[in-house]
């Protein structure tokens, strides 16, 4: 069983920074992608960034220039460094992981709210 643990989100004021980790554990070997994506209230989910073992990233065009994501592959970790955040980032961030030989998941999500 795979366990995907967020953790980070929370409030900021519009311009702050935020850093959000996700860590998968249980049966694991390694990951092929894991990555992020969001989704507001009324709004359908969305890519926010994606990272391969590799090291090769990906990002949602709303984000580009102010995230950026990285991976511990190691500890099977992914982080989310979130700067000049506006309140149209208010979102549930959900993480995401493909694992090697097991399948994909998701975790909880953690809420990230951008007010002042």
């Known amino acids: 069983q795979v366990q995907l643990v967020e953790s980070g989100g929370g409030l900021v004021q519009p311009g702050g920074s935020l850093r959000l980790s996700c860590a998968a554990s249980?049966?694991?070997?390694?990951?092929?992608?894991m990555g992020w994506y969001r989704q507001a209230p009324g709004k359908e989910r969305e890519l926010v960034a994606t990272?391969?073992?590799?090291?090769?990233?990906n990002y949602g065009d709303s984000v580009k220039g102010r995230f950026t994501i990285s991976g511990d592959n190691a500890r099977n970790t992914v982080y989310l460094e979130m700067n000049n955040l506006g309140p149209e980032d208010t979102a549930v961030y959900y993480c995401?992981?493909?694992?090697?030989?097991?399948?994909?998941?998701w975790g909880k999500g953690t809420l990230v709210s951008v007010s002042s």
């Open positions: 990272v391969t073992r590799s090291g090769s990233t």
């Open positions: 995401n992981a493909d694992i090697r030989y097991s399948g994909i998941y």
């Open positions: 249980g049966a694991i070997s390694s990951f092929n992608i």
